[in-house]
């Protein structure tokens, strides 16, 4: 099946530990991406990567690291976090940029952090 | 930078009504709109995609337009139903040489609840 996968799918942490959210996609697409949400301000793009090796900065990527050393897997890490990042997180993949391509996302991660 | 509105915020209608959900979006250099819907607490399923040289695209009930030189879009959704209850959200792809090329801009998001 298609789909794009999120671990863990809940996270309760503290101030400043470091922690990985994993997203692994089996379509090969070559676009993946990291979003969070919150009430009041709507889904937020963190990182993008457009293919291997190669990522950008969305608008709210303060607080975040990204990696795409594979091209199925694009992990959001989080050095120190802090309670403010508390956020429902999802992961997206397409097959790339251009008018066809539809964005599927992952099931969300919702990290609390104390 | 992109900009991305969805109006209204909330909209509550009885079963059976046609309804329209409206998003606009403030730089035309676009690969796509897609439309999206979420269920409380749960991700976001895929409706309809839009490409930037299309007019409308459709399936089932739901019909969703494109303007893109006025930054408009409009989904349609014919005959509602209670299980059609949830956020509908717009998104857009930014395109090269617009403000935000590469990157995805969501709205705030619809709420519409279909009561029986």
Redesign the interface.
Known sequence: EAQVTQNPRYLITVTGKKLTVTCSQNMNHEYM?W?RQDPGL????IY?S?NVEVT?K??VPEGYKVSRKEKRNFPLILESPSPNQTSLY?C?SSPG????????????TRLTVL | ?QEVTQIPAALSVPEGENLVLNCSFTDSAI??L?W?RQDPG???T?LL?I???QREQTSGRLNASLDKSSGRSTLYIAASQPGDSATY?C?V?GFAGGTSY????????TILTVHP
């Open positions: 991406s979003y709507g889904l937020r793009q993008y457009m950008d969305g608008d999802f997206a940029l251009g008018s066809y391509n539809e964005q599927f996302f992952g099931p969300g | 930078k690969y796509n897609q999206f749960k991700g976001l895929s995609l490409q930037s040289s959200l998104a792809t590469g990157k995805l801009t969501f709205g705030q998001g």
